[in-house]
């Protein structure tokens, strides 16, 4: 959806790192160090990436697990991220509390987030605490303990989470109630952060289960950047990871999204200034190379001030104050998002309009060749721009290697990019963007909503 | 980036916290890389810095000034002038202008704070002559068109209507500031609200422009992938001739003392949430006790499990964060307490957090928390300069308050340098008592107005309201 991942904490930062990562395109020059990323599978399973960076004295250890909310049924959502918060919350042999403690006692960070594919636990650490870290983060994958008092503690915490991303939040709100009217087969229809009575309802056995059928060596993989010598590393990994058993590999989600039979829509009334449209069609999934063109796609469509509908819409009609896009890229066939916050008293029938005479435009005559030439100038920038950090070169082998089967593809990006077409831009354009294959979400302000004349 | 160098666990800080990790020794601390300085004939000043990892180059101005320069009634007018020189520039239309940075990958914006108009860009290395270009012009022949500053304040003023639509958290701050310094400078609103937007006319941008903005006062940092004699060279031929403002640089005194408690309420019907905004007269940027005061308020509310977390979140599970900040300017700005809880339990958590600021003043820290404290800023800056828009930020940042290198070298003495003794008189000295705040919540009133009355006297306002301020506090 359009807030894709949940954070464990307020972090600005991280979601402009994935963004950027999602659309690498190299120049062909090559990457510094790229040379030196080393890896090794454990016998348990668990794979350990590296890629030595000294530029900073500083490490970013990055581990995905292969679990989101897509692997959740009712009843239980949101658990994926709950056990994402209940991740910090004690041990067999560390009472609730302690990890964080130690780790900034020692000059340490962390965050996690959680989307409807993986939940990915991030920490930042001086050098210095590499062995440390390693201890807590082996611990919690061993050890994990379900304090009660804890559980009910943190299930207030991610309830307040929900009120302020959802509740009060307009587009949070239409979003979510998009994503569950887009999938009527597929899980993706839940919202990472649950639904209220399943955030009051999830029990410690679930948790437990849950511990147990996707948090094992063999489910993870780790990603650390920075001040590190492999050799190091991977003499760590054995004497606080190796020791951790395997588990049988949890069941695939199986269920496909069937072919959406005509246009879904959604109107909701609220308290609000401004309304809202925003439009969701079914996409690709990451490893598509669909998904690279909607990519291109959709920025040349919505990205920055010379997009063509922040020009139409913002520029030349006033019908939005702000339009954006978003695209979902997990193991399976996602949403591609475009969305229109409109002005107060504006007519959200007239945004909705003129977004479709955009993409009926494009479907027709294509891009330019200088809009291709910027997406592509755009997504090397991007790229470029990810890799200045240790924080963003873990996402971007953690994003390539877990949703594209191996983080080498990062550097197929080039290649990959400069084959797509105005052709291909112009057939995705006609055979996806379409109103069929599509839900299309209003918020409508409650006193224009008593006219009921929003649509 | 190899001039930012380690820090080191001393032995006394892992005894006091029980862990074995391997410690190096050491403690040179991370120093600011090599950067040269130069003054133009016509004042302006620049800051190059070569680095080489990536392919990138990154700019960042600042021209002193800002949204003090806003006359009365008309504040936002420096806020629409950052906007409206990005919409068309020497010989680009506002269109054109766009496609040109966008065209290449690159970025560039611009914008007011309370004190300077700031512009930040970034742009690959080979195309680092169009970014001073660019900037040359967004700077020196902004277009300034009738028909683009209308859709700017238009789009200004929608903006907040979308705000006051979305997550509370993005907004609070702002009544905070209102409420705090009403009468003073830091209390008008730096992008103006939807009143005074509505007052602002080009004729103000055009004098803003004329009076507060020229060569005199720029401040411009540049790091990354260059050979910093050419960049010096094209850097004083595009910014070298460029004429003075007109008018001298505004400067706020320093504002009062805030006493006793006093609340204002911002009505969101229907609100499931309250937030809430505890705030006082804080320090300055240039605050000798700065780290002394970061080393303390990183405890009290600074990390993930400081006090203020501990309580409001990990113990109790009334919200998903809290914490406490200090804004810094040239003046003493804001210290803010930020927290938020569900509708029912809006008084428990605001006495949480009031007894959490007691129990800080009651007790002050101990050697392990301090201990605790140091390791996790030292541990936690180095990341805070990687990239080539860190850097250069942080080298206009010094450069606009005087300060030098040594903020960022001398950073890990300081730190070390704070002992009980010290955090104690900081607390005292730049912590506010609980019984003097300057309260703001945002949330439904119908539901906790008579709740909250006990804080203080309450002045009510809607969040629909076209100001930060209630209208009849005026």
Request: hydrophobic share 40%; glycine share 8%; net charge negative.
């Amino acid at each position: 959806m359009i807030a894709s991942s949940i954070s464990r904490r307020l972090c600005r930062g991280l979601a402009v790192v994935a963004l950027a990562l999602a659309t690498p395109f190299a120049s062909g020059a090559p990457l510094p160090g790229a040379d030196q990323i080393v890896t090794k599978t454990l016998p348990n399973g668990l794979k350990i990436v590296v890629w030595p960076d000294k530029d900073i004295p500083n490490v970013a250890m990055f581990t995905f697990y292969r679990v989101g909310s897509r692997n959740e049924r009712p009843g239980i959502t949101g658990i994926s991220h709950f056990f994402e918060h209940m991740m910090f919350n004690g041990t067999s042999t560390r009472p609730p509390g302690e990890f964080d403690r130690v780790m900034e006692a020692n000059g340490g960070r962390n965050n996690a987030y959680t989307s409807s594919d993986v939940t990915v636990y991030q920490n930042w650490f001086p050098a210095s605490a590499t062995e440390l870290i390693f201890d807590l983060e082996a611990d919690r994958m061993r050890n994990l303990d379900f304090n009660p008092e804890k559980v009910e503690s943190e299930r207030q915490v991610v309830y307040s989470e929900r009120r302020s991303s959802v509740d009060n939040d307009n587009l949070g709100t239409l979003a979510e109630q998009m994503q569950a009217t887009a999938f009527v087969a597929h899980p993706y229809q839940i919202p990472t952060l649950g639904w209220p009575s399943d955030i009051e309802g999830w029990k410690i056995q679930d948790l437990k289960d849950y511990y147990t059928k996707y948090y094992a060596p063999n489910n993870a993989t780790m990603f650390i950047v920075g001040d590190v010598s492999p050799e190091a590393i991977f003499r760590l990994a054995d004497k606080y990871l190796a020791g951790i058993k395997a588990q049988a590999a949890p069941e695939p989600v199986t269920t496909k999204e069937p072919e959406q039979p005509g246009e879904r829509r959604i109107r909701i009334v609220r308290e609000a200034q401004t309304p809202i449209v925003a439009m969701a069609w079914h996409s690709g999934a990451a490893k598509d190379r669909q998904t690279r063109v909607m990519e291109v796609l959709l920025s040349i469509l919505g990205s920055g001030d010379s997009s063509r509908l922040h020009q139409r819409l913002v520029e030349h009609e006033q019908a939005a104050v702000e339009v954006g896009t978003s695209l979902d890229q997990g193991f399976d066939p996602g949403l591609a998002w475009i969305y229109a916050i409109v002005p107060p008293g504006g007519d959200p029938a007239r945004t909705e309009a003129l977004i479709d005479e955009e993409i009926a435009r494009m479907a027709k005559d294509g891009p330019t060749p200088a809009e291709l030439t910027k997406a592509r100038n755009q997504a090397l920038a991007a790229f470029w721009h990810g890799l200045e950090t240790i924080s963003g070169k873990a996402q971007a082998l953690g994003t390539f290697e877990v949703f594209q089967g191996d983080y080498r593809k990062m550097f197929d990006m080039p290649a990959e990019y400069a084959s797509i077409t105005a052709d291909d831009l112009k057939r995705v354009a006609s055979q996806v963007l379409t109103v069929n294959n599509r839900t299309v979400g209003v918020v409508v302000p409650k006193a224009d909503g008593a006219q009921g004349g929003a649509q | 980036m190899n001039a930012l160098r380690t820090y080191a666990l001393t032995a006394l800080a892992a005894l006091a916290l029980g862990v074995g990790v391997a410690h190096a020794d050491g403690a040179e601390g991370v120093r600011l890389p090599k950067f040269e300085r130069v003054t133009l004939p016509n004042g302006a000043q620049l800051v190059l810095m070569e680095k080489h990892d990536t392919p990138l180059v990154s700019l960042s101005a600042m021209i002193p000034g800002g949204a003090l320069g806003d006359a009365p009634g008309r504040e936002g007018t420096a806020s629409l002038f950052g906007d409206l020189i990005q919409k068309g520039a020497g010989t680009r239309d506002a269109a054109q202008f766009a496609e040109a940075v966008e065209s290449v990958g690159g970025a560039l914006s611009a914008g007011a704070d309370t004190e300077s108009v700031n512009l930040s860009a970034s742009f690959m290395a080979k195309d680092v002559d169009l970014m001073i270009e660019l900037a040359s012009d967004v700077l020196q022949r902004p277009r300034l068109a009738p028909e683009e500053f209308e859709k700017v304040r238009s789009l200004a003023v929608q903006s907040i209507a979308a705000a006051k639509d979305s997550d509370p958290r993005a907004l609070v701050g702002e009544y905070g500031d209102a409420w705090l310094f009403h009468g003073h400078p830091y209390g008008r609103p730096t992008d103006g609200n939807e009143q005074t937007l509505a007052q602002v006319t080009l004729d103000d941008v055009r004098r803003y422009y004329a009076e507060q903005v020229g060569g005199d006062r720029l401040i411009l940092a540049v790091v990354g992938d260059f050979k910093a004699a050419d960049m010096k060279r094209k850097l004083a031929a595009a910014f070298g001739k460029w004429r003075a403002a007109g008018a001298a640089i505004p400067i706020a005194p320093p504002p009062p003392a805030w006493q006793g408690r006093r609340v204002l309420l911002v009505d969101k019907p229907g609100a499931t949430q309250t937030y809430f905004w505890l705030g006082s007269v804080g320090a300055s940027r240039t605050d000798p006790a700065r780290t002394a005061q970061s080393v303390v308020n990183n405890v009290f509310g600074g990390s993930f499990t400081s006090m203020l977390n501990s309580e409001l979140r990990i113990k109790s599970g009334l919200t998903y964060g809290a914490n406490a900040v200090f804004s810094r300017a040239r003046q003493p700005a804001s210290f803010s307490i930020r927290s938020y809880t569900q509708t029912d339990k809006t008084v428990e958590a605001i006495d949480l957090a009031l007894a959490t600021l007691d129990r800080l003043h009651r007790d002050g820290l101990d050697a392990t928390a301090l201990a605790a404290s140091q390791q996790y800023l030292l541990g936690q800056f180095p990341p805070t300069l990687e990239t080539n828009g860190q850097l250069a930020s942080r080298l206009t940042d010094l450069a606009f308050y005087a300060l030098g290198p040594d903020d960022v070298d001398g950073y890990a003495t300081r730190v070390r340098s704070v002992d009980v003794p010290a955090a104690k008189a900081t607390i005292e000295r730049s912590f506010p008592v609980s019984g003097n705040l300057a309260i703001v919540l945002i949330g439904d009133a119908a539901k906790i107005g008579a709740a909250v009355a006990k804080y203080g006297p309450v002045t009510k306002m809607s969040i629909t309201d076209p100001t930060y301020y209630p209208a009849a506090a005026q």
